[in-house]
Nanobody, 122 residues
């Protein structure tokens, strides 16, 4: 499966963005999907993940309540709605797909998109 993340951009603190992860190839419904981010000089970190069925999404504790992950399998797309953005949310955001495993660990993901840059200005 090939993944493409898009929707990043420049936003002021307090604003919102919705990222999309579009898949091509094998049906997206076959995969769990996660969002990760990597800020300059920092390690890649888990943001949110969602199972094939869309049930019981998982979030990084620090982002609960501000970020929401959802999926539309008919459109082969997973979304990340980001609200109340803060400058510390600035990072390249990646989507990834997995056949199985824990949603929160990047080593369980088999396929990665190219990333989309989110910049939050203060």
């Amino acid at each position: 499966v090939q993944l493409q993340a898009y929707g990043g951009g420049l936003v002021q603190a307090g604003g919102s963005l919705r990222l999309s992860c579009a898949a091509s190839g094998r049906p997206f419904s076959s995969y769990g999907v996660g969002w990760f981010r990597q800020a300059p000089g920092k390690e890649r970190e888990f943001v949110a993940g969602i199972r094939r069925s869309g049930s019981i999404p998982s979030y990084a504790d620090s982002l609960k309540g501000r970020f929401t992950i959802s999926r539309d399998n008919a459109k082969n797309t997973v979304y990340l709605q980001m609200n109340s953005l803060k400058p510390e949310d600035t990072a390249v955001y990646y989507c990834a797909a997995q056949d199985s495993g824990g949603l929160g660990r990047p080593q369980y993901y088999n396929y990665w998109g190219q990333g989309t840059l989110v910049t939050v200005s203060s």
